[in-house]
């Protein structure tokens, strides 16, 4: 039932393509090429076109450039050093694209390579501007297939995984369900490769919050080819979910599974509360930034923050934690240590330690005339 209410106006869809489905053998294929599988693509060439005649648009994020590029160049082994590991995703993120392109040609559909990295989400203006960019080949019916920029990207700063790659783009294009196809069923309610007490392990259908149960639930994946697994996947489905849009995680190597979801067919497991939005923007602060450091404050903030929506001010700031420059995101958190929000400063730390728990009157004196009354302004502030 709540899936046919989620189908019924789907104008934008998000799918991730994960490494283990598309590098899986098809029943029949004589041989992958470069660890991929053409009849796979084509399988989804096939579906993506049926979502199309359908009326909506389709996003893919695809991962398998490091793979492709691995078995192009011959590696074996499992510990790449990171330009070695790049120079994977250069060669194997064009043979990947040539597989799409050739797959999703027959159907006449034309697709399109975007590789964004983490600064690319993290500044707003270069947001915005993958955002527009998305929106103009969707507009002429072209599917975007993103990946991240591997081969240029630092380690340090790599968003890491396309599980939470795929959330941030379902909220960047404002899509309304991410579908991620996986090599299992969904999530389960634990571990089915294992029989315990003879049960059998139960797939759960519907999520309507992650909590850390479910966290814990998911567990880690040890998979060489893959960068997630289930964890990564929960944690993505909690991020689109408090964005307003639900996930489905679903087996991909079903033929039909795309099919069968657009005709509300109760597979996988959906991640989804019902609840509203949060505004676009607040989204970009709460998940898509990085935090550079933190704010501690005191209990009358955090009442002035949490129940009266206020701005948060230098009077009730206890502790700054981490060198950060004006204009950064950073967490708040009470004097516990529980993350209570996060929001974008008007100072930079150095600043933050001269007036911290500062009246506006002493700040003026401090700092001079001009001065931001306000640490972080409630528009670029987000309460959990
Ligand atoms: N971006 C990586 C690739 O295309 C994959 C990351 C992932 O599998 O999550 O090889």
Known sequence: ????????DIKRVVIKIGSSVISNKDKGE??????????????????IKHIQDLDCDVVIVSSGAVMAGRERLGFSRADLSIPEKQACAAIGQSF?????????EKKNIKVAQILLSHDDLGNRSRYLNAKNTIEALLNKRVIPIINENDSVTVEEIKIGDNDTLSATVACLVDAQLLIILSDVEGLYNRDPSFQYKGEKAKL?????RVNEEIERTAGKSKNRLTVGGMYTKVLAAKKTMSFGIPTLVVNG???KVLEKIFSGKDVGTLFWS???????RKHWIAHTLKPAGTVVVDAGAK???VERGKSLLPAGLIKIKGKFEFGKAVMISDEAGKEIGRGLVNYSSSDLQQIKGMKTSAIKKSIGESFYEEVIHRD?????
Not at 204 to 208: C, G, L
Not at 274 to 280: L, M, P, T, V
């Open 30 to 47: 004589s041989s992958l090429e470069c660890g991929l599988s053409k009849d796979w693509v084509r399988h989804y060439a096939r579906q």
């Open 274 to 280: 019902g609840k509203g939005k949060i505004r676009n």
């Open 303 to 305: 009442k002035a923050l």
């Open 96 to 104: 990947l694209m040539h597989t799409y392109e050739k797959a999703f």
């Open 380 to 384: 670029d502030l987000v309460i959990f």
């Open 204 to 208: 759960i259908s519907h999520v309507e």
């Open 253 to 255: 190597l079903d033929r």
């Open 1 to 8: 039932m709540i899936r046919k209410e989620i189908l019924k």
